[in-house]
């Protein structure tokens, strides 16, 4: 069973830096698209960042240049390294998983993800 866990998530000021992890268990990372996803209170969930099952990487643009997603395949942990945080980036942050990749990890759809973790909350402050 494929189970997504987070972490690293918590209050920062604005400019300030966070790293979040996801620890998978249940399959390998190198095989599935994996990426990071964010919703806040009143707004509709949104890709952040992911990796394709080709090692590809893909961004929202509000968050390019300053978040970077990386991965251990040894270790089954995704990161996501957020800089220069704004308060806008206040939001739960998910961990998000599907099988292959493609179009739909490369455009972050996030109802073709069938694996997602609990979340974890990132308040940024002004």
């Known amino acids: 069973q494929v189970q997504l866990v987070e972490s690293g998530g918590g209050s920062v000021q604005a400019g300030g830096s966070l790293r979040l992890s996801c620890e998978a268990s249940?399959?390998?990372?190198?095989?599935?698209?994996i990426g990071w996803f964010r919703q806040a209170p009143g707004k509709e969930r949104e890709g952040v960042a992911a990796?394709?099952?080709?090692?590809?990487?893909s961004y929202a643009d509000a968050v390019k240049g300053r978040f970077t997603i990386s991965k251990d395949d040894d270790k089954n942990v995704l990161y996501l390294q957020m800089n220069s945080l704004k308060p806008e980036d206040t939001a739960m942050y998910y961990c998000?998983?599907?099988?292959?990749?493609?179009?739909?990890?490369?455009?972050?759809?996030?109802?073709?993800?069938?694996?997602w973790g609990q979340g974890t909350q990132v308040t940024v402050s002004s």
């Open positions: 249940g399959y390998t990372y190198s095989t599935y698209c």
């Open positions: 990796f394709d099952s080709d090692g590809s990487t």
């Open positions: 998000a998983a599907g099988l292959g990749g493609g179009g739909y990890c490369r455009e972050m759809l996030g109802d073709l993800f069938g694996y």
